[in-house]
């Protein structure tokens, strides 16, 4: 991480997504190749397992990240974000939605 300033926005901003009821985001995740174990990028906060463990496609926060990195974390086949505005906006238009639709038809 680049600052505290940005240390302390990506810790506000998992917190906020476990309080949408969300699995946490890990930090300085590292993207490797899987056939070659290379190292592709280091991920501020990633879930590579969907922000719903296995239903949702990997997310990413990108904070201040070259395009290499955000070409790698594409290629990979993550949704990534470069903003916590827009991962919030994301979470609560795409995510938080789809998931009470889904609750409601199941009742």
Same mark, same amino acid.
Not at 14 to 33: A, F, P, T
Not at 47 to 59: A, C, D, H, M, Y
Not at 65 to 88: C, I, M
């Given at each position: 991480?680049?600052?505290? @300033? =940005? ?7 998992? !917190?906020?997504?476990?309080?949408? %009821? /969300?699995? #946490? *985001? ?7 190749? @899987? =056939? ?7 991920? !501020?906060?990633?879930?590579?397992? %969907? /922000?719903? #463990? *296995? ?53």
């Amino acid at each position: 991480m680049e600052s505290e @300033e =940005e240390e302390r926005l990506i810790k506000e901003c998992n !917190d906020w997504v476990i309080g949408q %009821g /969300l699995s #946490e *985001g890990e930090y300085m995740y590292e993207l490797v190749d @899987e =056939e070659t174990g290379e190292q592709l990028a280091i991920v !501020d906060l990633a879930w590579p397992n %969907g /922000l719903q #463990e *296995g239903l949702s496609k990997p997310v990413a926060l990108l904070i201040d990240e070259g395009p290499e990195t955000e070409a790698a974390v594409n290629k990979a086949g993550y949704t990534f974000f470069t903003s916590v505005e827009a991962l919030k906006k994301y979470i609560s238009t795409d995510i938080l939605t789809i998931e009470e639709v889904v609750v409601s038809t199941c009742r």
